[in-house]
């Protein structure tokens, strides 16, 4: 994106500098007690924002932000380990959710924390968050039969001679002829009138980004488990879906527009991530033991 940023610097308090040096990581602005700042390499600044949050005397105006608009943080202290200990523990993912729609003011709620999950917006990309979000049963529908015409292409495509050829030499090809089995026994119930590609969610939401911008499925996958956490804390229930993520980006099958279309994802654009939302229909009284395996790198003589 070229942008020419403007910037009003004033004299930075001496026990500001330090602050304000070590939030500005690229070097575009050079700070010295008792100077005022100088800007370099103005095109390198990423419209992070930082140097704006670390300076508490509004020494500097920047051309891409209102400060009117940036939020407070009146108490640094963090949320009690405890609580967000349950909450990170209790996200379950949900298949089974209730008729009630959500309204649209408590979705909106709920993505609006995308904007603020971490992301890599090199060259000023990025940091807008985009969701398409498919609301009712009558459009979810839509969205489950062009997802099973995807799914039987994919059939097609892993079962042809060359995937089964290329699994020889090929992990991935391997991985994805792994996946026909479960393609077909969620087709065969969906015929049978068990949902189990959508499991009849009253909503979806589907995460783009830009196709040049730097990580677009690291920032929509980010972006997307943000939004889960906080839909938890909303009385919501998720579930990441694969199946409707690739039939909305068409992966592995070049000219499958059909479900990009009626997202009216733009050009440029590819969904990265999705998810059924909606009310819990079930309640669940346990959590299933989890485990991390580390290895630790401690002492480079070992």
Not at 53 to 60: E, V
Not at 196 to 217: D, E
Not at 220 to 243: P, R, S
Request: glycine share 6%.
């Amino acid at each position: 994106m070229n942008i020419r940023l403007q910037f009003q610097l004033m004299q930075i308090p001496a026990q500001n500098v330090d602050f304000v040096q070590k939030s500005v990581q690229l070097g575009y602005l050079i700070i010295e007690k008792g100077e005022v700042p100088q800007i370099e390499n103005n095109d390198e600044c990423v419209l992070c924002g930082q140097c704006l949050c670390a300076c508490t005397t509004n020494s500097i105006t920047h051309s891409g932000f209102d400060k009117n608009n940036f939020i407070p943080i009146n108490d640094h202290q963090s949320i009690d380990t405890d609580m967000a200990f349950r909450l990170l523990t209790q996200r379950r993912s949900l298949r089974n959710y209730k008729k009630e729609i959500p309204s649209k003011e408590l979705l909106a709620k709920v993505l609006d924390i995308a904007a603020y999950a971490p992301s890599s917006p090199h060259h000023r990309v990025g940091w807008v968050r985009n969701a398409a979000v498919v609301v009712g049963h009558e459009n979810m529908e839509i969205v489950t039969v062009m997802t099973t015409e995807y799914m039987e292409k994919m059939i097609k495509l892993l079962g042809s001679w060359f995937m089964k050829w290329a699994a020889k030499f090929d992990d991935r090809a391997k991985a994805g002829i792994g996946v026909v089995p479960s393609f077909r026994e969620a087709l065969n119930e969906y015929r049978t009138g068990n949902n189990l590609i959508t499991y009849n969610a009253p909503v979806a939401i589907f995460l783009h980004a830009p196709i040049k911008s730097s990580t677009p499925q690291i920032d929509c996958d980010a972006a997307c488990l943000q939004i889960q956490l906080f839909a938890e804390a909303n009385g919501l229930g998720t579930c990441w879906n694969g199946l409707i993520q690739g039939a909305a980006a068409g992966d592995h099958l070049k000219g499958f527009k059909k479900l990009e279309r009626f997202l009216k994802i733009p050009k440029g654009h590819k969904c990265y991530a999705a998810m059924t939302i909606g009310f819990p229909a079930v309640i669940l009284h346990s959590i299933p033991e989890r485990k991390t395996e580390i290895t630790w790198i401690s002492n480079v003589n070992n």
